[in-house]
């Protein structure tokens, strides 16, 4: 079975730009999650889509977006980028049925903003 | 409202050492507790998990029992090697929203040899 795939891997942006993140979940599993990866906050939640549906969201600012696309698929979208959206931001994806089910992470997009 | 909270790193051992993570956190009910690890420029993955009191979740020579009554689930093993070095992550999932995840800050974990 094919893991978590998030594309681009790596993205340089200049401040004030928009861009935009991909990620196709594992085959089956229809909750995704993003998250923003920072060395100074740790991991934080930005937000969780169920059948194309945000389900949960974290504390981060309107210029954070995302969707998901009726066969699981996500993107997320940055609008207005500044300096500290640099950041890895990963995508999980997960069953979503029961307690105690995990998330299965991607690799990461790696996005700096110059 | 719900948190984790991990020990600082780095922690640096000597290969064949006792590894010890303290992670505690504070959720309502009985949340379902997770380890992850990060290995250098990849994803997280889990490691192990528990989801009720008194579980002992293990893998990979890994073990952490979920305590209720400390509110914790510290990260153990009995003999640490140079591959296990890598950024270990404690987290819980609600239990009435068990889709929603918080992580811990991360442990980075350096084993010489």
């Known amino acids: 079975k094919a893991g978590v795939t998030q594309t681009p891997r790596y993205l340089i942006k200049t401040r004030g730009q928009q861009v935009t993140l991909s990620c196709s979940p594992i085959s089956g599993h229809r909750s995704v999650s993003w998250y923003q990866q920072t060395p100074g906050q740790g991991l934080q939640f930005l937000f969780e889509y169920f059948s194309e549906t945000q389900r949960n969201k974290g504390n981060f600012p309107g210029r954070f977006s995302g969707r998901q696309f009726s066969n699981s698929r996500s993107e997320m979208n940055v609008s207005t980028l500044e300096l500290g959206d640099s950041a890895l931001y990963l995508c999980?994806?997960?069953?979503?049925?029961?307690?105690?089910?995990?998330?299965?992470f991607g690799p990461g997009t790696r996005l700096t903003v110059t | 409202g719900n948190s984790v909270t991990q020990m600082e790193g780095p922690v640096t051992l000597s290969e064949e050492a006792f590894l010890t993570i303290n992670c505690t956190y504070t959720?309502?009910?009985?949340?379902?507790l997770f380890w992850y690890v990060q290995y250098p420029g990849e994803g997280l993955q889990l490691l192990l998990k528990?989801?009720?009191?008194?579980d002992k979740g293990s893998n990979k020579g890994f073990e952490a029992t979920y305590r209720k009554e400390t509110t914790s689930f510290h990260l153990e093993k009995g003999s640490v090697q140079v591959s296990d070095s890598a950024v270990y992550f404690c987290a819980l999932s609600e239990q009435n929203n068990f889709n929603k995840f918080y992580f811990g800050s991360g442990t980075k974990l350096n084993v010489k040899p």
């Open positions: 959720a309502t009910g009985y949340p379902s």
């Open positions: 528990a989801t009720k009191a008194d």
């Open positions: 999980a994806s997960s069953l979503a049925g029961t307690p105690g089910h995990e998330q299965y």
